[in-house]
């Protein structure tokens, strides 16, 4: 419950979560890759960059390697920050975004939950214009896909 200045009270849900990082990866060739998997709160499949939350007391760069390797099986040689955001008004947790760069491909790892997950390596602009388009539903996914493109000087 939360009290307004004027007395009133309303019921108001916060929820936390743990912090997290979304990595645009982008290779040489102008292609990035992303990651579709079952969400059970939409009941959809969703189109996303590769993603994760930090454990605990994790640097937000440690956990984007870590995501980025599970996910895709990339390792990135360059990372450069685009950012934190807030995923809703209700959510504690910070949402790091990263481009990396100078990629090189090894065995992925995704976990147990990721076992349905599909890899989709296709042109960034491709990506961007799904995310802008709406094609990508994920908030975090169209903010990093978009913030990428500004890094990039695409847009």
């Given at each position: 419950m939360?009290?307004f200045?004027d007395?009133?009270?309303?019921?108001y849900?916060?929820?936390t979560?743990p912090?997290?990082a979304f990595v645009?990866?982008?290779?040489?060739?102008g292609?990035?890759?992303?990651?579709?998997?079952w969400r059970?709160?939409?009941?959809?499949?969703?189109?996303?960059?590769?993603?994760g939350?930090?454990?605990?007391?994790e640097d937000?760069?440690?956990?984007?390697r870590?995501?980025l390797?599970?996910e895709?099986g990339?390792v990135?040689a360059?990372?450069t920050?685009?950012?934190v955001v807030h995923?809703?008004?209700?959510?504690?947790?910070?949402a790091?975004l990263f481009?990396?760069?100078?990629?090189t491909?090894s065995?992925?790892?995704p976990?147990?939950?990721?076992?349905?997950?599909?890899v989709?390596?296709l042109p960034?602009?491709e990506?961007?214009?799904?995310?802008?388009?709406?094609?990508?539903v994920?908030s975090?996914s169209?903010t990093?896909l978009?913030r990428?493109a500004?890094a990039?000087k695409?847009v």
């Amino acid at each position: 419950m939360i009290r307004f200045p004027d007395g009133s009270e309303a019921l108001y849900t916060v929820i936390t979560n743990p912090d997290s990082a979304f990595v645009v990866p982008y290779f040489d060739d102008g292609d990035t890759m992303l990651v579709r998997q079952w969400r059970h709160a939409w009941k959809v499949s969703s189109w996303e960059v590769p993603a994760g939350t930090s454990d605990h007391g994790e640097d937000p760069l440690e956990c984007a390697r870590r995501e980025l390797a599970e996910e895709t099986g990339l390792v990135a040689a360059r990372y450069t920050s685009l950012g934190v955001v807030h995923g809703a008004a209700i959510l504690t947790g910070l949402a790091h975004l990263f481009l990396a760069e100078q990629l090189t491909e090894s065995a992925r790892a995704p976990e147990t939950y990721e076992q349905d997950m599909e890899v989709l390596r296709l042109p960034f602009t491709e990506a961007l214009n799904a995310a802008l388009e709406g094609q990508i539903v994920h908030s975090g996914s169209v903010t990093a896909l978009c913030r990428a493109a500004r890094a990039l000087k695409l847009v």
